[in-house]
């Protein structure tokens, strides 16, 4: 390819450049350094998309990404396009809100990204927006130890706050800077031509390099201010970047009809452009067809990608611009953002119109957008953007303004910020008992407040006392009614009272519906859903589940709750592998604001279908992560999800030591003793799963009577309870337990009658999973013809009733630790300190410790004795 080859624009193909960016690969870093306008975003775009770039995953950044969750969240969704396998169980948003060194974030990511089995090169433009200093810090340990298969191209106008000193004293750093971007007399010449001006002499051209020094933005100016103004303007054309910018102010804009050049400049204030936001806001006509005219000219205005009829200024065009609208127009500043504000309300943008809405300096206005958009993005769930406007408002009293405290209490509750939930409810409280109690309806409002945040932070610990009901009951004609009916019905799913659940659930499905609230509504669906899988109506929950997925937009945050309930509905139909990319589509998108719920499901799905695919250690791995999430909060209900399934995994594994590890950990040998199942008691669902968990721990140490005896006693309580699905399991873990006491004919007999009981279709993927050897007993009891199984049936569950060898844990640990955590094991089973540890390898203690809890949590161990037992067990 050549310097003159065309492409479908007036863009330059610059085939030397390209060819830099090839060598990238053999760099740990590229760093495109040059200010605006030298064509580094459009060079990296032309690479990225041609047939030689390697697997490429691009982000430009902007502002927003100094959020970390925003910024992390977008890098894992980009390179998941590029290459699916990468492990978000090892790399997600979480990782950045749970106070993990920098160090651990790189290593986190790093694993995640070998985990692909691809070579990508990751581009970052417009780097220079990037300040986050925990970001910069984690892309420092990247760049320290980068695996092998990735490879680094940031562009930035400013030299990045990194340490590149090193990287280029070993020679991993390869620079392209201003010179090396400078455009030559043959692109000048193409350039020309491009343009519409073929005629341009040699001199011409080599006077204007001269004069800009190869800025490619420079040479647009110039060429396009002599199409306008002619060839006489070129000779007395100089200055550098800034005084070709005014000079192309001065020439080209003064030059334009007064229409256009008041679009252009009042305009400015606006990070994207349409024709109806211009026509609204500048109260004029025809604006769409100006900027499709503009922007076919190449008058610096670029069409914003995949928002068609959208366009955005060159950054130094809209830097001028605005520049030009403060000295001639100051006055109209104000008005400009206000009816800027205005269209984006009408638009539904909340977000962009408060920040117009703030640049107006109407302090009224403001409030009044800021009310409409806490209860907006309520409704849709978008918790994020209420608490990212929550924060640039801290200390402010619009946040204890009546119509704005509610939801952002609500907010921080459900995303598990107890503490700034509680402080908040008690400043809003002080605020409004000022001058006596608080007026109108708003005891109300802060009763609701109080007990909501009571339920979620003490979770099964709640106690329902007579004002619970006296809320529901004060409610009935208030917008609260629907969230206290869904508060009661999640307390009594937390209890098992089924029925209860449901009624309640479903008239505040029907209530939130009314009040457009669909994240809410989609919210007690998933509580619906929970509620008729513990009651085995699994083809309800089938049924209504799937036609709520498909009817949900893919990106709403609604989706996540349907999503859910979709990976339970996909698991109990043994559509393992649906479940299992379902759930990898997920994670990334979890976050602090998603619901304990959610992130429970997720999780403990994830790891159930990881450890079915023979990854035992990325199951545990995403186990400890769970546990990590929870650890803030009280959660025994959610912990004892944790438990079984840990016990779950370590038992069918064959491996003691994971075995009695995880018992300890989660206390099973002290309940058992301490006779905790020894006698029926109300139920709940942390004593049941637990005490599956020390059925588990029991059968691993062959004390087979003592688990037959806890299994009896919880059947006990849960059957009068009406929670099928779990009187199911535990039924089915009896047959297992008691069945050495039986010949092949009884074990049969027995089984055909429980199954016969509740009936086949509820013996689904979790009860299988569950009680770990009642597979086999179903197709003895078909195979000897006492409960002949339908084919379908077999057919659907094949690999759960014939399963194959126990998932080994027991392997080499160096097949499941990274290279820096092989390291650091190596130490570790030398006898040195945490300390040692992290002199002999030049990280701090605090990434040491928390490489330590990884190793920990790959090997199915607690602590460091654990640790080097397990690695005797191998060895021997």
């Known amino acids: 390819m050549t310097t003159t080859e065309t492409c479908s624009d007036s863009r330059l193909l610059r085939p030397h450049l390209q060819e830099r960016l090839q060598q990238s690969q053999h760099y740990a870093l590229t760093l495109l350094l040059a200010p605006a306008g030298c064509g580094k975003s459009t060079l990296l775009q032309q690479w990225a998309t041609s047939p030689t770039a390697p697997d490429t995953v691009l982000l430009s950044l902007t502002e927003e990404d100094n959020d970390q969750v925003r910024l992390f969240n977008r890098l894992a969704d980009a390179i998941r396009r590029i290459a699916p396998a990468f492990d978000t169980t090892r790399f997600n948003p979480f990782d950045s809100r749970t106070g993990l060194p920098p160090a651990a974030t790189a290593d986190a990511f790093a694993d995640a990204v070998r985990s692909t089995g691809q070579h990508l090169t990751l581009i970052i433009d417009e780097f220079q927006n990037l300040r986050n200093s925990r970001v910069l810090q984690a892309l420092d340990c990247l760049l320290e130890d980068p695996p092998a298969a990735l490879h680094l191209i940031f562009a930035s106008r400013t030299l990045p706050r990194l340490r590149l000193g090193k990287l280029r004293l070993d020679g991993r750093l390869q620079t392209i800077d201003q010179q090396a971007l400078q455009v030559t007399a043959a692109e000048a010449a193409e350039l020309c031509r491009r343009l519409g001006d073929p005629n341009l002499t040699a001199a011409a051209v080599d006077q204007l390099l001269a004069v800009t020094e190869g800025w490619m933005a420079g040479l647009r100016l110039a060429l396009l201010a002599a199409s306008r103004t002619g060839l006489e303007a070129i000779a007395c054309f100089n200055g550098r970047q800034p005084e070709v910018v005014d000079y192309f102010g001065d020439v080209v804009f003064r030059g334009l009809p007064e229409e256009q050049r008041e679009l252009f400049v009042q305009s400015a204030l606006f990070d994207q452009i349409s024709g109806p936001l211009c026509d609204h806001t500048l109260q004029r006509t025809g604006s769409a067809l100006t900027l499709e005219r503009v922007a076919a000219h190449q008058l610096f205005v670029i069409p914003v990608e995949n928002r068609p009829g959208w366009y955005r200024y060159h950054t130094l065009l809209r830097d001028f611009l605005a520049s030009r609208l403060a000295v001639e127009s100051p006055d109209i500043i104000s008005g400009l953002h206000r009816r800027a504000a205005d269209y984006f309300q009408r638009q539904g943008d909340l977000d962009r119109a408060l920040r117009h809405t703030r640049d107006s300096g109407d302090s009224g206005l403001f409030a009044t957008i800021l009310a409409e958009a806490f209860n907006t993005w309520g409704k849709e769930g978008s918790f994020y953007r209420i608490l990212q406007w929550a924060d640039e408002l801290a200390g402010s009293n619009l946040l204890l303004r009546p119509e704005i405290a509610p939801p952002l209490i609500c907010t921080l509750t459900l995303s598990r910020q107890f503490h700034r939930a509680g402080c908040l409810l008690e400043v809003f409280r002080r605020h409004?008992?000022?001058?006596?109690?608080?007026?109108?309806?708003?005891?109300?409002?802060?009763?609701?407040?109080?007990?909501?945040?009571?339920?979620?932070?003490?979770?099964?610990?709640?106690?329902?006392?007579?004002?619970?009901?006296?809320?529901?009951?004060?409610?009935?004609?208030?917008?609260?009614?629907?969230?206290?009916?869904?508060?009661?019905?999640?307390?009594?799913?937390?209890?098992?009272?089924?029925?209860?659940?449901?009624?309640?659930?479903?008239?505040?499905?029907?209530?939130?519906?009314?009040?457009?609230?669909?994240?809410?509504?989609?919210?007690?669906?998933?509580?619906?859903?929970?509620?008729?899988?513990?009651?085995?109506?699994?083809?309800?929950?089938?049924?209504?589940?799937?036609?709520?997925?498909?009817?949900?937009?893919?990106?709403?945050?609604a989706r996540i709750l349907r999503s859910t309930a979709m990976i339970v509905a996909f698991y109990e139909q043994n559509r393992?592998?649906?479940?299992?990319?379902?759930?990898?589509?997920?994670?990334?998108?979890?976050?602090?604001?998603?619901?304990?719920?959610?992130?429970?499901?997720?999780?403990?799905?994830?790891?159930?279908?990881?450890?079915?695919?023979?990854?035992?250690?990325?199951?545990?791995?995403?186990?400890?992560?769970?546990?990590?999430?929870?650890?803030?909060?009280?959660?025994?209900?959610?912990?004892?999800?944790?438990?079984?399934?840990?016990?779950?995994?370590?038992?069918?594994?064959?491996?003691?030591?994971?075995?009695?590890?995880?018992?300890?950990?989660?206390?099973?040998?002290?309940?058992?003793?301490?006779?905790?199942?020894?006698?029926?008691?109300?139920?709940?669902?942390?004593?049941?799963?637990?005490?599956?968990?020390?059925?588990?721990?029991?059968?691993?140490?062959?004390?087979?009577?003592?688990?037959?005896?806890?299994?009896?006693?919880?059947?006990?309580?849960?059957?009068?309870?009406?929670?099928?699905?779990?009187?199911?399991?535990?039924?089915?873990?009896?047959?297992?337990?008691?069945?050495?006491?039986?010949?092949?004919?009884?074990?049969?007999?027995?089984?055909?009658?429980?199954?016969?009981?509740?009936?086949?279709?509820?013996?689904?993927?979790?009860?299988?999973?569950?009680?770990?050897?009642?597979?086999?007993?179903?197709?003895?009891?078909?195979?000897c013809g006492v409960f002949p199984l339908p084919t379908e049936y077999i057919d659907v569950f094949r690999d759960a009733l014939e399963p194959t060898a126990a998932h080994s844990s027991a392997a080499d640990p160096t097949t499941l630790l990274t290279d820096k955590e092989q390291e650091i094991y190596h130490h570790l089973l030398a006898g040195l300190s945490n300390n040692d540890i992290s002199i002999r390898t030049g990280i701090t203690i605090a990434t040491t410790k928390w490489h330590l809890k990884n190793i920990y949590s790959k090997l199915g161990v607690s602590n460091r004795t654990e640790a080097v037992l397990r690695h005797r067990t191998v060895a021997r």
């Open 576 to 783: 393992l592998d649906d479940a299992h990319d379902l759930c990898a589509d997920l994670l990334p998108r979890l976050n602090a604001t998603s619901a304990t719920e959610v992130i429970s499901t997720v999780y403990l799905t994830h790891a159930r279908t990881l450890f079915q695919q023979g990854k035992p250690d990325r199951a545990r791995h995403l186990i400890g992560k769970l546990q990590g999430i929870l650890r803030p909060g009280n959660y025994d209900r959610f912990d004892s999800h944790l438990a079984a399934e840990s016990l779950r995994q370590a038992f069918i594994s064959g491996d003691r030591v994971l075995v009695e590890s995880a018992a300890r950990q989660f206390g099973i040998p002290e309940e058992v003793s301490a006779g905790t199942w020894d006698r029926q008691r109300p139920y709940t669902e942390s004593w049941e799963r637990l005490g599956l968990a020390a059925v588990y721990w029991l059968q691993a140490n062959r004390r087979l009577d003592t688990a037959e005896r806890i299994l009896r006693v919880l059947i006990r309580e849960v059957e009068p309870a009406g929670i099928i699905s779990r009187a199911v399991v535990l039924e089915a873990n009896l047959l297992v337990v008691t069945a050495r006491k039986h010949d092949r004919l009884a074990r049969s007999q027995a089984l055909r009658r429980t199954v016969m009981a509740y009936g086949l279709m509820r013996f689904s993927r979790s009860v299988l999973d569950e009680a770990p050897g009642f597979g086999s007993l179903l197709m003895e009891a078909d195979r």
């Open 432 to 557: 409004h008992s000022a001058d006596g109690e608080p007026q109108g309806d708003l005891p109300l409002v802060i009763r609701f407040l109080e007990l909501h945040l009571e339920l979620f932070q003490h979770d099964t610990d709640f106690l329902v006392r007579d004002d619970l009901q006296h809320l529901l009951l004060q409610s009935q004609d208030h917008y609260l009614h629907a969230f206290t009916l869904c508060m009661v019905a999640y307390h009594h799913l937390q209890h098992a009272r089924l029925d209860l659940a449901l009624r309640h659930a479903l008239q505040a499905r029907e209530e939130f519906l009314h009040q457009g609230h669909r994240f809410m509504a989609a919210y007690v669906d998933l509580i619906i859903a929970l509620c008729n899988r513990t009651m085995g109506r699994l083809d309800i929950v089938h049924r209504d589940v799937q036609k709520a997925f498909e009817d949900t937009p893919p990106r709403s945050p």
